[in-house]
């Protein structure tokens, strides 16, 4: 197929630079960033007050400037509405404004592909002409418009499809009949095999570009036998595209708009490349700077460059949250979420979340110690992890005493295949 063959083909030629030329170049535009950013925000002239941008000789010098944690990040717009200070751009100048739930809020500066995603939907084959069936939220979150600007970008045609209503997306797509799809790696499969269901032919997807949860491998076999493409890609709604799938399909190629680190969880000290730590990000956005952006994720260094000609740093994919957040059909699920719904039920003495898989989807299994186990009681406490969560949820009564006690909250048992 005419798509596929030219997936590895590169976007531009920054993809194919030299180690050499890469770092000559990240290290100016590190250095313009940070004279901009202590001119333009409020946050980064208090935070970046003693960094002179001339002392920035080599990319060695990110260990010694300040991390601004994605956590921190409420608490920041809550005291300087919307963006905390961080924005070196005024709303009047804006595109648009999203919330992710928090609410978080992030800035769409009038940019063509403000997010960067053309890349990524290059990798996976999207080109000119084609119609890409585009199922992220556009409501309140960026996920949609990041998929769809990248698409524009290209000159390619989207469907805006959103989220849910699984007939009609089917009905939609197999009129329309769409060669890509994007949207979390899930829901592709659950139109098919709707579509399958109702006779409806979607042959017309050939490519697909996935995000906001993991690529499982039970997941990568379904499309594999379909004969779709699908490729991932990391990024988060504060920073975009951070790294993305070649047809290699040897870990994440990191985005050339922005800097890398994997640090130890809760620190700015770099890990020796292989070892899994924190991810960290600088994107060179000068309407957003964010400079050593702690995204709370984990994952680790690969070496070498990829098969397919791409020469960036590449990480290993999504290996799960520092802070034990995992995502669960797209949406995370945090620690403080289980101690809400233990504070509920009084008779829990203990709980643990196992996240797991089944025919093909994630599960949740809320497992807790109590002294009663009746129907009604169990039947309330799910309906206490469906408020809390917005996610249904199994939950479990088990033996007092037999939970681990190992400080964690949510187990993910999902099986990564070596990588996310």
Not at 15 to 36: F, P, T, Y
Not at 92 to 105: E, H, K, M, Q
Not at 328 to 338: A, L, T
């Amino acid at each position: 197929m005419a798509v596929k063959a030219a997936a590895n083909a590169g976007f531009d030629r920054l993809e194919r630079r030299s180690a050499d030329e890469r770092e000559a170049a990240l290290i100016a535009a590190l250095a313009k960033l940070v004279a901009h950013a202590k001119q333009a925000s409020a946050y980064y002239s208090e935070l970046l007050a003693d960094i002179a941008p001339r002392d920035i000789k080599d990319l060695s010098v990110l260990a010694r400037l300040p991390v601004t944690r994605k956590a921190a990040l409420k608490k920041l717009q809550e005291g300087k509405p919307p963006f905390g200070g961080l924005e070196a751009t005024p709303i009047s100048r804006l595109a648009r404004i999203f919330a992710s739930p928090g609410p978080v809020f992030e800035p769409e500066a009038v940019r063509p592909d403000y997010w960067r995603y053309a890349r990524a939907l290059w990798a996976t084959g999207l080109r000119p002409g084609d119609l890409l069936h585009n199922c992220f939220a556009y409501h309140f979150t960026p996920a949609g418009a990041m998929m769809e600007t990248g698409a524009l970008a290209l000159g390619a045609t989207v469907f805006p499809a959103g989220t849910g209503q699984t007939g009609l997306q089917v009905q939609t797509a197999a009129k329309l009949r769409p060669v890509a799809y994007s949207g979390t790696p899930d829901f592709l499969r659950t139109i098919l095999e709707h579509a399958d269901g109702q006779g409806a032919d979607l042959s017309s997807i050939e490519i697909a570009h996935v995000t906001g949860g993991a690529l499982l491998p039970d997941a990568r076999a379904f499309y594999a036998q379909r004969a779709i493409e699908v490729m991932q890609s990391y990024g988060t709604a504060e920073i975009g595209l951070i790294a993305y799938e070649s047809a290699a399909h040897e870990g994440l190629i990191a985005d050339e708009g922005v800097i890398v680190e994997i640090v130890e969880p809760g620190t700015g000290t770099p890990v020796t490349d292989g070892e899994t730590g924190e991810v960290l990000v600088t994107v060179l956005n000068p309407d957003y700077p964010l400079i050593r952006f702690a995204t709370g994720d984990l994952s680790a260094i690969l070496p070498g460059a990829s098969p397919c000609g791409r020469t960036n740093r590449r990480i290993k994919g999504w290996m799960g949250r520092a802070d034990q957040t995992t995502k669960v059909k797209g949406m995370f699920v945090h620690p403080h979420q289980i101690a809400e719904i233990v504070r509920r039920h009084p008779e829990i003495s203990h709980a643990r979340l196992l996240v797991g898989r089944e025919r093909g989807a994630d599960v949740m299994t809320l497992k807790v110690e109590a002294a009663q186990a009746s129907g009604e009681f169990v039947r309330a406490i799910e309906a206490s992890v469906q408020a809390v969560t917005r996610l249904k949820g199994h939950v479990e009564i088990a033996p007092a005493g037999t939970l681990p006690r190992d400080g964690k909250a949510i187990e993910d048992a999902r099986d990564y295949g070596g990588q996310s």
